[in-house]
């Protein structure tokens, strides 16, 4: 017996955790210690919003990073967890961290990673010469 269609739909979503403290390079310690330990996790974008991807707008992008956002480690205020919403502000208001998780989230998806592979494959090691014949 195949796989139930309810149980693919809502588990069988690929997931990426961003860890955010490596949005901030070395001159900025103080950032990396606020940051450390903290994460969000994004769901892989359906085909539809797939298609923002491929056509690498970065405002679209990260539009896509707010719809997507499914869990995160931040409390709004002690024992009470901040909204999805809330954390996407966040992520929006820092350009360090935007960029970071879209550049992490973005490389890590399964479609990227597999058509570099294809890509790879497709590229005959050169024999070095160069030269016509």
Not at 36 to 63: C, F, S, V, Y
Request: charged share 25%; glycine share 8%; hydrophobic share 40%.
């Amino acid at each position: 017996m195949g796989a139930l269609l309810n149980d693919l739909l809502s588990d069988g979503i690929w997931k990426y955790r961003v860890d955010l403290g490596g949005a901030f390079p070395e001159e900025y310690p103080e950032m990396q210690e606020r940051y450390a330990g903290h994460w969000i996790e994004l769901r892989e974008p359906n085909g539809e919003e797939a298609m923002a991807l491929t056509q690498g707008k970065q405002d679209e992008i990260l539009k896509l990073v707010g719809k997507c956002l499914v869990d995160h480690s931040f409390e709004m205020t002690e024992g009470k967890k901040a909204s999805n919403g809330d954390v996407y502000k966040l992520i929006k208001t820092s350009s360090a961290l935007s960029a970071y998780v879209i550049e992490q989230w973005v490389a890590a998806l399964p479609l990227v990673k597999r058509n570099a592979q294809s890509a790879s494959a497709l590229v005959e090691p050169s024999s070095g010469d160069t030269s016509e014949k």
